[in-house]
């Protein structure tokens, strides 16, 4: 079992710059491929960002070269910074485990692949 904690977040104007961070449990968190969601209100969760169990990365094309994920496999942690921020950024934003395979070279971009996720955490962008 696998439990997440995301934190940060929070309010910025538009340009401006963020940073969420997941806090997983259970010893088999370095093997998972973790990745970020967003779900914005009256819209479908979609697929952020997300990275292998060595740091292998991708992003969704909307985020590309602003967003940046990392991992921390001794500390249990996943973060996202998020540089430039547009208001159309305005979302709850999830952290998200893959388990499906235990070190795997492949990021799934799907939320059904996805097994764990977080509470979710608010990030608004101000015009």
């Known amino acids: 079992q696998v439990q997440l904690v995301e934190s940060g977040g929070g309010l910025a104007q538009a340009g401006g710059s963020l940073s969420v961070s997941c806090a997983a449990s259970?010893?088999?968190?370095?093997?998972?491929?973790m990745a970020w969601f967003r779900q914005a209100p009256g819209k479908e969760r979609e697929y952020v960002a997300g990275i292998t169990w060595v740091g292998r990365t991708d992003y969704a094309d909307s985020v590309k070269g602003r967003f940046t994920i990392s991992r921390d496999n001794a500390k249990y942690t996943v973060s996202l910074q998020m540089n430039s921020l547009k208001p159309e950024d305005t979302a709850l934003y999830y952290c998200?485990?893959?388990?499906?395979?235990?070190?795997?070279?492949?990021?799934?971009?799907?939320?059904?692949?996805?097994?764990?996720w977080g509470q979710g955490t608010q990030v608004t962008v101000s015009s």
């Open positions: 998200a485990a893959d388990r499906r395979l235990a070190f795997s070279s492949s990021i799934s971009t799907f939320r059904s692949d996805y097994a764990y």
């Open positions: 259970g010893r088999t968190f370095s093997s998972y491929v």
